[in-house]
């Protein structure tokens, strides 16, 4: 919902029986990185009867120097009391810059209690690649993956050794589906094989997330119609 206020959109969450709200992060937005009270976005995201589910932060943890942005990022997620941030591959897709940079901020995800979550996306579209990037920690709570469910599909990698490559290393799902031009649809009315995807989560029990990019496709609908959507596609496969 890129320019609504956090209390409209946690008032929109709501109505659409959302347990939770994942914030964009981003300086356009009311909720950046140079945020001062934080207190006053959570007091409305409670009064809303949600939590927040994750920052979704826009570093690039394979891009050199981001080591000060992400701990930026750690830190907004503690002040607001957001179990997870999600960060991008990106850069020039090097695995071991990125380990290092995450190692680099791992005293300070362990300090908040936050996790980590690198999404499927750009430079490592699959779990089989993005897998490079967090198995080295060993310890999913702390570092894990965002299967984003058109991506890994797009890339050739089907659902279910998606399913099972992440194991224990999925740490979130965002729900997406896309016509084979990549424009967003609401869930079940493009390419992605979400019922599959639905099969494979009915035993997990992490956060699912409605991934809408009106951000970058403001002529997509409003995020209404595709949450009835994602709504009629959670009672079918997690009801």
Request: proline share 7%; charged share 20%.
């Amino acid at each position: 919902m890129p320019g609504i206020p956090v209390r409209e959109s946690a008032a929109i969450a709501a109505a659409h029986g959302c347990a939770g709200l994942e914030l964009r992060v981003h300086a356009d937005e009311e909720v950046h990185l140079g945020l001062k009270d934080a207190g006053s976005v959570l007091d409305q995201i409670y009064e809303a009867g949600l939590e927040i589910s994750a920052l979704a932060g826009y570093v690039q943890v394979c891009a050199p120097g981001i080591a000060g942005e992400l701990r930026a990022l750690i830190d907004l997620a503690a002040r607001l009391n957001a179990p997870a941030i999600r960060v991008f591959p990106g850069g020039t897709g090097e695995d071991g810059r990125a380990v290092d940079q995450i190692a680099e901020v791992l005293p300070d995800l362990t300090a908040s209690g936050v996790q980590l979550l690198v999404e499927t996306h750009d430079s490592h579209l699959t779990a089989e690649s993005v897998l490079r990037l967090v198995k080295p920690f060993a310890d999913p709570a702390r570092v894990a993956v965002l299967w984003d469910a058109l991506h890994p599909w797009r890339a050739g990698e089907a659902p279910a050794r998606t399913r099972a490559l992440l194991g224990e290393y999925l740490g979130y799902f965002q729900l997406k589906d896309a016509t084979a031009g990549l424009t967003p649809v609401p869930p079940g009315e493009g390419m992605v094989p979400l019922g599959e995807c639905g099969r494979l989560l009915r035993s997990w029990s992490g956060w699912i997330s409605l991934e809408w990019e009106r951000a970058w496709h403001p002529e997509i609908a409003p995020v209404d119609v595709p949450l009835r959507a994602a709504a009629d596609w959670l009672a079918r496969w997690r009801g």
